[in-house]
């Protein structure tokens, strides 16, 4: 049977088919959707964990432990989990161990755009590169094969394009895989100098085992046509090569550590110009170099951003792109830039913060799109966690009198992947602040998934809710408030308080995201004319569904959501919700 998938499902296919038995992710786009479809499969067991590194540890010992084993995270999230991605490499597997991390070109939904090839080849960790959602099923399937074979742990890398593009994807049984046993072996197991030594030869001769199996392979491909040209690409690059050089000879490499030399020196003896097509990094570009093949790479092509069919034409033939808006004059289009939701929790939160003047350091998440017009309210975004870290650094860089004027803001998801730390580092070394937890009750900006502070896991059953405030209490905190973003004026006065006391303070701003299925406001906001000063308040909350049009106030009520946080925001009255 085939099925239309995305290749984030198709992957989630491919576990079940594999007999995976346990699952640990976080989600992040765009890879979440992986862990969203395995959860539906009762075989396997599936969990959100608080973090990447969390999560790469709970899979990479359930396959130690025996069982087929998969995390998956975006590419960032590896930077997290890392630590333990690097020993993993040195200790291997019991069971198949396989990591899917998907790359951001043209960074989407990310703060950069890393190349995570970058990091099989530091943790001589092997990598397959599906290109459509069939090979991400079935490189999936494979990848466990493998890390059975070579003891060792297997990078599976996606993209954006490729794990939410869809495509025909043949369906099989479920191969019930047995738990293996476990034996207790430290030597192996325990990465202590002694035996992290003899481990890393081993690494060394498993890299040289799998070039020579990667020469052979059927996860590479060559096929000879136009012995004039010819390409070598992988992953979604592929695709466009493929479109853009439909007569060129080409070696699609599925394996993209370790790259066999033998097999690059294979096809670039059956043509005579080869361009060397792949996104981001100079990764197969370099390989091809190094072992003295001439080819054409990143002097014509970009590092930086998504190919395409017609970026690939227009850079390697000359040819003018196709432009779909030719002749339209793109000047009369509206900007569209992203904006929060209306009713969104968030927005009451940094307009209060605005309004009172304060450097605000921020996270990762819904809540960074406050940096844009009109609020203009987060002066920092590093990654996750940094809203806490940064504001300790703040203070301590600037001293006792900034740290009135400086607060840190991070979500209710970021704050249990790496936001404890930063609190207790301010209270362990002395340090004063106020941090602001937006909790809305859910992780946001990946679409709605549950974490521990909403009470709820990956299937929607209850779990143990975390209790922020004893959880400050616990670490040292003694001011702990909590406030309602859309009460502006008790927010107001709780903020000032807490930004004024010269001790580490903990805000917790609790309202549910307005997204959420168990959210209903009622009704909707009117403007009363006659009290309107057009004083364009209400605009400085940069609410979609409010805008000044023929010197007026307007009001859209097919975006309007009657959260009502206009109307506390007005001074003169002139909004009112109308509960109908």
């Known amino acids: 049977m085939k099925k239309l998938l995305l290749a984030n499902e198709a992957v989630a296919r491919g576990l079940y088919e594999a007999g995976v038995k346990v699952v640990s992710a976080y989600p992040g786009t765009p890879s979440t959707e992986i862990t969203e479809a395995t959860s539906k499969y009762d075989e396997i067991y599936t969990e959100w964990a608080p973090n990447e590194k969390v999560a790469l540890e709970v899979a990479a010992s359930s396959a130690i432990a025996g069982a087929r084993s998969f995390c998956a995270m975006k590419h960032v999230g590896l930077n997290v989990a890392s630590d333990p991605l690097f020993t993993t490499s040195y200790i291997g597997v019991n069971a198949g161990f396989v990591i899917a991390v998907a790359d951001d070109p043209g960074m989407h939904s990310s703060q950069n755009e890393q190349d995570s090839r970058h990091y099989a080849k530091a943790a001589k960790v092997m990598m397959l590169e599906p290109s459509d959602s069939q090979e991400a099923k079935d490189f999936t399937k494979k990848a466990f094969e493998l890390s059975e074979r070579f003891d060792t742990p297997i990078l599976l890398r996606l993209s954006t394009r490729v794990s939410h593009s869809r495509s025909l994807t043949t369906l099989e049984d479920r191969v019930d895989v047995p738990l293996k046993d476990y034996v207790k072996n430290p030597k192996k197991n325990v990465m202590m100098p002694a035996m992290a030594k003899v481990r890393h030869e081993i690494v060394e001769e498993r890299v040289i085992k799998q070039k020579e199996y990667a020469f052979l392979s059927e996860l590479n491909k060559i096929c000879i046509k136009n012995k004039d040209i010819g390409f070598i690409s992988s992953g979604i690059a592929f695709q466009y090569a493929r479109e853009a050089l439909p007569d060129a000879s080409y070696l699609k490499l599925g394996i993209t550590y370790p790259i066999s030399e033998e097999l690059l020196k294979k096809f670039a003896s059956s043509v005579k110009k080869i361009y060397v097509i792949e996104e981001l990094e100079p990764i ?61 929790p968030h927005r009451g939160i940094f307009h209060i913060l605005k309004r009172l003047k304060l450097t605000v350091t921020g996270d990762i998440g819904c809540y960074t799109l406050a940096t844009l017009q009109p609020l203009v309210a987060m002066d920092t975004s590093l990654c996750m966690g940094s809203g806490i870290t940064s504001l300790h650094g703040f203070n301590k860089a600037r001293g006792d009198e900034y740290m009135k004027k400086c607060v840190g803001v991070i979500g209710d998801s970021t704050f249990v992947h790496s936001g404890i730390t930063g609190l207790i580092d301010i209270v362990y070394n002395k340090g004063v602040g106020t941090v602001i937890v937006l909790d809305n009750s859910i992780t946001g900006m990946t679409g709605h998934q549950n974490n521990p502070l909403n009470g709820l896991d990956i299937h929607n059953n209850p779990a143990k809710q975390i209790d922020l405030v004893m959880l400050a209490k616990s670490i040292g905190i003694e001011r702990v408030r909590i406030i309602d973003p859309f009460d502006v004026e008790e927010a107001m006065r709780v903020i000032k308080e807490e930004v004024n006391a010269m001790e580490p303070s903990l805000i917790i701003s609790q309202r ?69």
């Open 284 to 344: 197969i570009e370099t390989a091809c170099k190094a072992c003295g093949i001439e080819v054409t790479g990143k002097q014509l092509l970009p590092v930086t951003g998504e190919y395409s069919v017609e970026l690939l034409r227009n850079r390697l033939f000359g040819q003018k792109p196709y432009n779909c808006m030719e002749g339209y004059d793109m000047s009369k289009v509206p900007g569209r830039p992203p904006v929060m939701c209306p009713g969104c």
């Open 512 to 580: 549910p995201c307005a997204l959420l299925k168990t959210v209903k406001y009622k009704g909707c906001v009117t403007v009363d004319r006659d009290k309107c000063t057009k004083c364009k308040m209400c605009m400085s909350l940069g609410c979609p569904a409010i805008s000044f049009k023929n010197n007026k106030i307007e009001i859209d009520t097919s975006l309007c959501n009657g959260c009502g946080l206009c109307v506390n925001v007005c001074r003169f009255g002139a909004l009112k919700k109308e509960e109908k």
